[in-house]
């Protein structure tokens, strides 16, 4: 029977069926036969030890990798064997890292744009959407900052702003407050919310932090490659 709490096939933006990925060189099994379906709108958190095959799973997800077996979905398009994968990322997805992965030589505002070549967006609109997005995540003042004139916690404001360039269904994270201070790890999981809440997009998050597992609607444990748990988190939670 199906869990009523867990989101219905139909309605999945993502979705892993028995999904393994082997490392031949260290016969290494990261995953084995994992099946998720991640609701459209839906805040999952995916939590585990290290080695339990987080990363992993979220790099397949983001068809940053390829499975060993099994078929990844998203929106209806499955991404092993398609030959548009960086125009599916470009478009459909968003990225955030823990170690936020800016240009060194690029200014916020241009940092913010990478996205935007592959993405709908004409080019004379890609500077002011930009700005835009800036502005969302609390950076007006910064737009001609390289990134070490920023802050810790404002480059991954900036990171969260180039993710959402070309207005992706799915926002992926890898531990996104795992550089930040207490404060500055607050503030994005502030944005999340708004995100999830204004704009109803998909999110993913890689943890190890039950503070941040705790802003999401449900919540995945992975333990050696497989899922241990799934299910909602309690509202008094949040």
Same mark, same amino acid.
């Given at each position: 029977?199906?869990?009523?709490?867990?989101?219905?096939?139909?309605?999945? !933006?993502?979705?892993? $069926?028995?999904?393994?990925? +082997?490392?031949?060189?260290?016969?290494?099994?990261? +995953?084995?036969?994992?099946?998720?379906? =991640?609701?459209?709108?839906?805040? !999952?958190?995916?939590?585990?030890?290290?080695?339990?095959?987080?990363?992993?799973?979220?790099?397949?997800?983001?068809?940053?990798?390829?499975?060993?077996?099994?078929?990844?979905?998203?929106?209806? #398009?499955?991404?092993?064997?398609?030959?548009? !994968?960086?125009?599916? &990322?470009?478009?459909?997805?968003? *990225?955030?890292f823990q170690s936020f992965y800016?240009?060194?030589?690029?200014?916020?505002? $241009?940092?913010?744009?990478?996205?935007? *070549? #592959?993405?709908?967006?004409?080019?004379?609109? %890609?500077?002011?959407?930009?700005? #835009?997005? +800036?502005?969302? =995540?609390? !950076?007006?003042?910064?737009? @001609? @900052?390289?990134?070490?004139?920023?802050?810790?916690?404002?480059?991954?404001?900036v990171a969260i702003a180039r993710?959402?360039?070309?207005?992706?269904?799915?926002?992926?994270?890898?531990?996104?407050?795992g550089n930040l201070d207490s404060?500055?790890?607050?503030?994005? +999981?502030?944005? *999340?919310?708004?995100? @999830?809440?204004?704009?109803?997009?998909?999110?993913? =998050?890689?943890? @190890?932090?039950?503070? =941040?597992?705790?802003?999401?609607?449900?919540?995945? %444990?992975? &333990?050696?490659?497989?899922? $241990?748990?799934?299910?909602?988190?309690?509202?008094?939670?949040?």
């Amino acid at each position: 029977m199906n869990d009523p709490a867990l989101p219905e096939a139909s309605n999945c !933006l993502l979705r892993a $069926e028995c999904v393994s990925r +082997l490392y031949p060189d260290g016969d290494v099994h990261a +995953l084995q036969d994992v099946s998720l379906c =991640v609701g459209r709108g839906e805040y !999952l958190a995916i939590m585990g030890p290290s080695g339990s095959g987080k990363s992993t799973l979220l790099n397949l997800l983001g068809a940053l990798d390829t499975p060993s077996s099994g078929t990844i979905l998203l929106d209806g #398009e499955r991404l092993e064997g398609s030959a548009n !994968l960086s125009r599916i &990322r470009a478009r459909k997805i968003g *990225f955030v890292f823990q170690s936020f992965y800016l240009l060194p030589t690029l200014t916020a505002l $241009e940092n913010v744009q990478i996205p935007m *070549f #592959e993405g709908p967006w004409p080019p004379q609109e %890609h500077a002011p959407r930009a700005r #835009e997005l +800036l502005a969302s =995540v609390g !950076l007006a003042d910064r737009h @001609h @900052h390289l990134p070490c004139q920023l802050s810790v916690g404002q480059r991954q404001r900036v990171a969260i702003a180039r993710a959402m360039a070309n207005d992706p269904p799915l926002m992926l994270a890898d531990e996104p407050t795992g550089n930040l201070d207490s404060r500055a790890g607050g503030e994005v +999981l502030d944005l *999340f919310d708004r995100l @999830h809440r204004v704009s109803n997009v998909t999110l993913v =998050v890689i943890t @190890h932090t039950p503070e =941040v597992a705790a802003r999401a609607e449900r919540v995945v %444990h992975l &333990r050696d490659g497989h899922i $241990e748990s799934d299910a909602r988190n309690s509202p008094c939670g949040k």
